[in-house]
């Protein structure tokens, strides 16, 4: 399977493929139709079902497994599946739906290796013991629980790729900053989306649940380091207010949830490499779905900007499959 981010206009697809969402429309003709999102572990595309029946609309849900058949369109430089035929997986194909979820560079246990490597260099008795109770509580969902429902690292593993990610800049920065508390950096790091383990629904077909929808991921970990430090006698210290505070205030503004600013170094970093992150990884997801000289689609999250993808990008990918295949010559 070639992997539905990487097939470009004119190929033609023919391969199984997970319904990430579905919408049902109208058009000006008068007749239904799907908006279906298709995906793998490589990315998702939009695809439209024409004509579509009541029968349609009840196989075709969040979550079925399809084999789909149709060729790859572009439309204001994104691809598009155009379908000819689509199917659901019948009972005697063997295909694992975590075959076609969108997972983390990284595996689960890489990134729980990676997690203990940076919770040792945790010195401060009351943070260790705070944010390692946490890591422990909520083990097994925070390696596999994607970080957002849709706007960024929004795959398996993908909350706590995006704490790895975030504690590998978090190293650098204290290197050129040695002033800046590390202790409290990492534990805010590793704690400020855990909320959305309670915020979020699960792994596939990521929804809100009523909690989230309700409080929010803020909300629930302010709640949930509060009850933490009484369990373990620490509900006085400083350190707990002030990881409650970098929560509170990583989005930095009120429309952005968080109703209070940074009010301290460790917090502002926090709130300045979460932003960070979560931008590269909307922006290099948007670019990978357009055409080499040609602009993204608008991007909501990115202040509705359309992002370009300089012309170099296919000059680049046609040099390294070039050195590819001439390494493979050479072992041959």
């Known amino acids: ?46 695809s439209k079902l024409w004509g579509s029946t009541s029968e349609d609309e009840k196989n075709f849900v969040i979550g079925a497994i399809v084999l789909a058949e149709g060729d790859i369109t572009t439309f204001r430089g994104r691809n598009q599946f155009k379908i000819k035929n689509i199917r659901l997986k019948e009972d005697q194909e063997v295909i694992n739906k975590a075959d076609l979820v969108m997972a983390a560079p990284l595996s689960a246990n890489a990134l729980d ?19 390692r109770a946490l890591l422990k509580k909520h083990h097994q969902a925070f390696f596999e629980y994607p970080a957002a429902v849709s706007i960024h690292h929004n795959f398996l593993s993908g909350l706590a ?20 508390n590390s202790d409290l950096l990492y534990a805010g790091i590793l704690l400020h989306d855990m909320g959305k383990l309670k915020e979020l629904s699960g792994v596939t077909a990521t929804s809100y649940t009523l909690a989230g929808n309700l409080l929010g991921h803020i909300s629930i970990m302010i709640d949930e ?4 430090a009484r ?23 009120p429309e952005w949830g968080s109703p209070k600013p940074p009010l301290f170094k460790e ?14 990884n909307i922006m290099t997801r948007a670019i990978r779905k357009t055409r080499p000289g040609e602009f993204s689609e608008r991007i909501f999250a990115m202040d509705n900007r359309s992002l370009y993808r300089p012309t170099f990008d296919l000059q680049e990918e046609q040099e390294i499959q070039d050195l590819s295949q001439g390494t493979e010559k050479k072992q041959n």
């Open 267 to 280: 917090a502002e970093i926090l709130h300045i490499l979460d932003d960070m992150d979560a931008k590269i």
């Open 1 to 46: 399977m070639k992997g539905i981010a990487y097939y470009k206009e004119g190929e033609h697809v023919h391969d199984f493929l997970l319904i990430k969402s579905v919408t049902r429309g109208t058009a000006s003709n008068g007749k239904p139709f799907l908006t279906i999102i298709l995906q793998d572990k490589t990315g998702d595309i939009e």
């Open 113 to 131: 290796e990676k997690v203990t490597q940076y919770l040792f260099e945790i010195k401060n008795p009351v943070i260790q013991r705070l944010t």
């Open 231 to 253: 369990e373990l006698g620490i509900a006085d210290r400083e350190e707990v207010l002030l990881l409650q505070h970098m929560i509170l205030s990583h989005h930095e503004n």
């Open 225 to 228: 380091i509060g009850e933490s």
């Open 161 to 180: 790729y995006h704490v790895c990610c975030m504690l590998d800049m978090a190293k650098e920065v204290v290197r050129h900053y040695p002033e800046v």
